[in-house]
Nanobody
């Protein structure tokens, strides 16, 4: 069974940076669409970045230019570098895997088949 374990969340001031990590045991990251979703209280879960098996990446406009997704296939680890963080980025961030190899999997939680437990990111002064 796939295990996705996130780390790296925390409290940061506006304008600060964090790097999230997702350790994916027993998983070849290059064979699946891997992504990050977030969910704030009272809001729906939304995709914030993903990487297709080809290495192509997708970002919504809300994070484009500030967030960068990457993967280390040998270490079986997915990363999310978040810069210039804003209070509206506050949420629980989830690592996700999908067997769908198209950008739809980057936006639709219903296409995700494995989730991590989540890590909290709080942006506050």
């Amino acid at each position: 069974q796939v295990q996705l374990v996130e780390s790296g969340g925390g409290v940061v001031q506006p304008g600060g940076s964090l790097r999230l990590s997702c350790a994916a045991s027993e998983l070849d990251l290059a064979h699946f669409t891997m992504g990050w979703f977030r969910q704030a209280p009272g809001k729906e879960r939304e995709g914030v970045s993903c990487m297709l098996p080809s290495g192509r990446t997708y970002y919504p406009d809300s994070v484009k230019g500030r967030f960068t997704i990457s993967r280390d296939v040998d270490k079986k680890t997915l990363y999310l570098q978040m810069n210039n963080l804003k209070p509206e980025d506050t949420a629980t961030y989830y690592c996700a895997r999908s067997e769908y190899s198209d950008s739809g999997a980057c936006r639709r939680p219903s296409l995700v088949d494995s989730w991590g437990q989540g890590t909290q990111v709080t942006v506050s002064s």
